[in-house]
């Protein structure tokens, strides 16, 4: 594959309402949007899922930039290659910084898909023609969270996330079962308790959750096997699960039943790839997991979910959810719970130019010569 250059676009966009988690509220969304580009003109999109701030994972829009820049780029660049696969394969001799890995390696996925003529969920295995849909609620009350929850619901999500933290939890999940008693739930701690809320967290048993993401910390998988083993709730783990090895401890232990894999979280396709083969294995379910992101990795999320093993519905929402207007020239739109794999080539979405153009706060383009 020849790359001709990199482009570099630092977007800012507000969001319609702000997004409530314990860690952090997000009004407005700061990412990187990473265009590669082809001898014959041919153009591969990613984009990086940090933060402003380290609220999430300790990487930054700033970190990830630096990352790109000074060492992501320059080792694409460094010598030839011929397939996306040996990119992910070159950036394991970078320590950490996975979100930056994964927005360059799924550009040149998308582009080298792009070159085959072929969508991306194709040559990575996928079989679903429809995307499940799910949403997140995080607001700062429950009534507010029984609000939005009814909007999503009659939008035809089919299952809805709720964010909970000590102090916002049992009263929450049980005034949203109150309100909707079949609805598909599950909480989400963003690794908010400790062991010693346990009895707290069996609180959470009776009220019928899917699973309970991440309720413990990031470096704690052998407290989460403890803490599976008193709750029947089951554990779906998002933050502690960054490399295929994490996956593997987390099965030797019996950490959690379930994973949400975000490209972004855990380098990039190579990485996830590896993290779903190994659930398939060991019987552990999976969902792609959301970042409060633009179209480029929405469009990527949904190639992911096109594989087999994707059964529960994801983060995987409209783009009119967060944005007044996406950055790509047809929105990603939830129809009947339901979005529908996206059969152009690539990632099968093309940048809005004029829109990217309005909220880009700087760009960047570095050629390979
Ligand atoms: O913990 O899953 C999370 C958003 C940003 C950072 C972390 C998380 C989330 C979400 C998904 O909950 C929200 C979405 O993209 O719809
Ligand atoms: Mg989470």
Redesign the pocket.
């Known amino acids: 594959m020849k790359i001709k250059s990199i482009t570099l676009h630092v977007i800012s966009m507000p969001l319609k309402k702000p997004?409530v988690?314990h860690l952090?509220t997000?009004d407005k969304r700061e990412g990187i949007i990473v265009e590669v580009e082809d001898d014959d003109g041919l153009r591969g999109l990613g984009e990086g899922?940090a933060?402003s701030t380290p609220?999430?994972t300790e990487e930054t829009v700033k970190t990830s930039y630096h990352i790109l820049k000074d060492v992501l780029i320059p080792l694409v660049n460094s010598k030839p290659f011929q397939h996306s696969v040996e990119i992910g394969k070159r950036f394991e001799a970078v320590r950490g910084n996975a979100m930056a890995k994964a927005a360059l390696e799924m550009a040149v996925w998308d582009l080298y898909a792009r070159q085959q003529q072929t969508p991306l969920w194709k040559l990575i295995g996928g079989v679903r023609e429809d995307i499940l849909a799910g949403?997140?609620v995080?607001a700062d009350n429950a009534q507010m969270m029984v609000k939005q929850t009814e909007e999503l619901v009659n939008e035809g999500y089919q299952r809805i996330?709720l964010?909970i933290s000590p102090g916002a939890d049992v009263e929450i999940v049980k005034e949203l079962r109150r309100h909707f008693p079949a609805l598909s739930l599950l909480a989400?701690a963003?690794s908010a308790y400790s062991l010693e809320d346990k009895a707290h967290l069996q609180a959470l048993d009776e009220y019928d959750l899917e699973m309970i993401?991440?309720p413990l910390g990031i470096d704690d998988l052998v407290e989460h096997s403890l803490l599976q083993k008193e709750i029947t709730t089951p554990i779906c783990l998002?933050?502690s699960i960054i490399t295929p090895h994490d996956m593997k401890s987390a099965i030797h232990l019996g950490s959690c039943g379930v994973v949400?894999i975000?490209l972004g979280r855990v380098g990039g396709y190579l990485s996830a790839l590896e993290i779903y083969r190994l659930c398939q294995e060991h019987h552990i379910k999976v969902w792609c997991?959301?970042?409060?992101?633009f179209g480029v990795s929405r469009a990527h999320n949904l190639a992911l979910s096109t594989l087999e093993g994707f059964s529960i519905p994801g983060?995987?929402?409209s783009s009119s959810?967060?944005w007044e207007e996406d950055i790509i020239t047809s929105p990603i739109v939830v129809e009947n719970g339901v979005v529908k794999r996206l059969d152009g080539a690539g990632i099968g979405v093309e940048l809005n130019r004029k829109r990217l153009n309005s909220v880009t706060m700087m760009k960047e383009t570095f050629s390979s010569d």
């Open positions: 997004f988690t952090q997000v899922v933060f609220w999430y949403a997140v995080g996330k964010k989400d963003n993401e991440q998002d933050e949400n975000k997991g959301g970042m409060i992101e983060d995987i929402s959810k967060y």
